[in-house]
């Protein structure tokens, strides 16, 4: 009986990308043979937090990535299943040594998966190697040194692709491979308005923003329509690892000696250690997926309207630059950060539903679902963390400043488009007059709103700030400070 051959496998997850990726380094550096594999699993795809537009720009992404392995006569093996089916198979072929991965923080599906893999490759004597992804470290029981820590992995010296050697499994073996497998079609919609996924398009958006685009950065980020070009946008590439953090830092830090106009180069960088800062937090704290971090907040109840979340999800609640910002992440996928925080906020605190019942389908909605990032900015937007301010945003007062021209709201609620335009901001102020002018009905063409803001207003800050008064709250805010705060010093990159 012949003996299998011994092979390494790198298994893709959210570091859809080849450079700077150490779980790849370091399976070509063993000098054994070396498999890619992604696998589109099924207890993902039927995953309520999931939808079709992230396994499109995913297949996106892997298709870039084939075309740049094809100089390497290599591709991935991307294959419908779930991970331990795929790899039940291969230990047919070969003898897999090694599984080399990165450390994903995600959902409470993708932990059951990942403590089902390290019990398959103990009984089959694989070795499961994950490196540190992004700067967010496991096991840690504070943030004491976090700062210097995450600062220290940005500045180390980014990871190049290369594969000399010729370790990559070829092409022509690979489709062999598909031949056990199911293959699903990498074919994904064109014309959509969805960004489209790839490390070749996120170094598009990434070169074009400090190009030129940075520079309104500052002035444009709270600002639904002008946020679209004046931010970064490349939240989706470093969700699905298109590019590192590390890749997109080290841009950042080399421009910023390039340029005069550093403020909003600071601002885009500060960002980056944000962005990291949460997605630690979650990973010391997974159960925020599903409870307030808070403990206190547990008490809180909140009675569930059917018919508020679903208005609000259609973007059919009455206030237009909510319902606007709601219908324009169903068509994009996109919202800039203050309209996320907007729409939780009128969600959680003027519908008065409870923060978990908008996750799935924000989740679903966001392009750049990340859920490092996702249920902490929930929790803290609906005012259930006790450490944060609470914050109520008046979707009022947020339109006439930051859309003062109601041009996003005309272009994302049609219906409102030919009104004038301190209509278009509150159109139930309309006379009945005013609305045969327009040829318009409140309530035909457009809903009246679906509760007063100021009476919700004040029914939630009178009772979540009351709530910050509860001696578990109180308790619970020293706890979570003390294992959650950053310390100040080295938080300045300049």
Known sequence: MLEKEKIHIVWLKRDLRLEDNEA??????????????????????????????????????????????????????????????VLNKLLGLYKIDTIFSHQET??????????????????????????????????????????????????????????????????????????????????????????????????????????????????????????????????PYMA?????????????????????????????????????????????????EFLSLNKGYHKLKKEISEEYQEAWRLGKTGYPLVDACMRCLNETGYLNFRMRALVVSFFTHNLWQPWQDATKHLSQMFLDFEPGIHYPQLQMQAGETGINMIRIYNPIKNSLEHDPDARFIKKWIPELAALDTHF?????????????????????????????????RKKASDILWEMKKDQKVREENFRILEKHTIGRRNRSFS
Request: proline share 3%.
């Open 24 to 85: 790849i380094m370091n399976a070509i550096n063993t000098g054994s043979r070396v498999l890619l594999l992604y696998v589109l699993e099924d207890s993902l795809i039927n995953d309520p937090h999931y939808s079709d537009r992230h396994f499109h720009f995913i297949k996106e992404s892997l298709i870039d990535l084939n075309t740049s392995l094809l100089d390497y006569n290599s591709k991935i093996l991307i294959v419908r299943s779930e991970v331990i089916q």
């Open 106 to 235: 995600g959902i409470l599906v993708t932990y059951f998966r990942d403590q089902s893999l390290k019990r398959f490759c103990k009984n089959n004597m694989i070795t499961w190697k994950e490196n540190v992804n992004n700067g967010v470290f496991r096991g840690l029981k504070n943030r004491k040194g976090w700062a210097l820590q995450w600062k220290d992995y940005m500045l180390s010296k980014l990871l190049v692709f290369e594969d000399p050697q010729k370790r990559l499994v070829t092409i022509d073996e690979i489709n062999r491979l598909e031949s056990l497998f199911t293959i699903p079609s990498l074919q994904t919609p064109e014309n959509t308005g969805f960004q489209k996924g790839g490390t070749g398009m996120a170094k598009k958006y990434l070169d074009t923003f400090f190009e030129s685009r940075y520079k309104n950065y500052m002035l444009h980020i709270s600002k639904p329509l002008l946020s679209r070009k004046g931010c970064s946008r490349i939240s």
């Open 240 to 288: 699905w690892g298109n590019l590192s953090i590390r890749q997109v830092f080290q841009k950042a830090l080399e421009f910023r000696t390039q340029t005069n106009t550093k403020k909003p180069l600071d601002a885009f960088i500060s960002r980056l250690q944000w962005q990291a800062h949460f997605i630690q937090k979650f990973e010391m704290e997974d159960t925020m």
């Open 424 to 456: 278009a901001h509150e159109p139930y102020k309309m006379t009945r007059i005013e609305q045969v002018l327009h040829g318009f009905e409140l309530g035909k063409d457009y809903p009246y709103p679906i509760v007063e803001l100021q009476r919700s």
